[in-house]
């Protein structure tokens, strides 16, 4: 009996050690994948970005930011635009809140002249993250694209929202500046 849980021990314990083993081989292969992904993507080899990114789905098929940076390869990408929205999408099906993402779907949408989408997702993308500043000013940005009082009145508090969360940004602050003096011409 003992020797018979003895070795169901060293069974269990040797299957979990090559288990721990495999997965930090397939863990290895993911972070190099990324790294070198986002290297040549920094250094705009867009064709070994694609590569390396496409290789991190198949490896992570359940993690967004793989997907999420293949499309991002294909925004940067001369010629590709028209790949990018799949590979956006399906980041985001994966993760629906975050915020890098969706910004990267609604820079899909701009760059297709379709800012009417790309303004949806980022008021959306404000109830997941409602202090994210990138969004916000964004968001800032159409708002002031309107020639409206309400429009204006919204801006202005996107752009105190992020002066609260960055007090430091001389640009925000400028803004709002502007768009008070504006206000009272």
Same mark, same amino acid.
């Given at each position: 009996m003992y020797r018979t849980v003895v070795l169901l021990f060293l069974f269990i314990s040797f299957g979990c050690s090559k288990k721990e083993k495999a997965d930090m081989v397939n863990y290895e292969k993911i972070v190099? =994948?990324?790294n070198k992904g986002l290297a040549y993507l920094e250094e705009e080899n867009f064709t070994e970005a694609e590569k390396e990114f496409k290789l991190l789905?198949?490896?992570?098929p359940q993690d967004p930011l793989g997907f999420a940076n293949l499309g991002l390869t294909y925004l940067k990408s001369e010629g590709q635009l028209h790949k990018s929205e799949k590979w956006l999408e399906k980041a985001l099906d994966l993760n629906q809140k975050h915020?890098?993402?969706?910004?990267?779907l609604a820079l899909y949408y701009e760059l297709n002249n379709q800012d009417s989408l790309a303004f949806n997702i980022l008021k959306k993308t404000i109830k997941y993250?409602?202090? =994210?500043v990138k969004t916000l000013y964004k968001l800032t940005e159409y708002y002031l694209k309107e020639n409206d009082l309400n429009s204006k009145k919204i801006a202005q508090l996107y752009l105190k929202n992020i002066i609260k969360i960055i007090p430091a940004n001389i640009v925000v602050q400028l803004d709002l500046i502007e768009i008070l003096l504006n206000e009272n011409k």
């Open positions: 190099s =994948h990324r789905t198949v490896l992570a915020p890098e993402i969706r910004m990267l993250s409602p202090n =994210h």
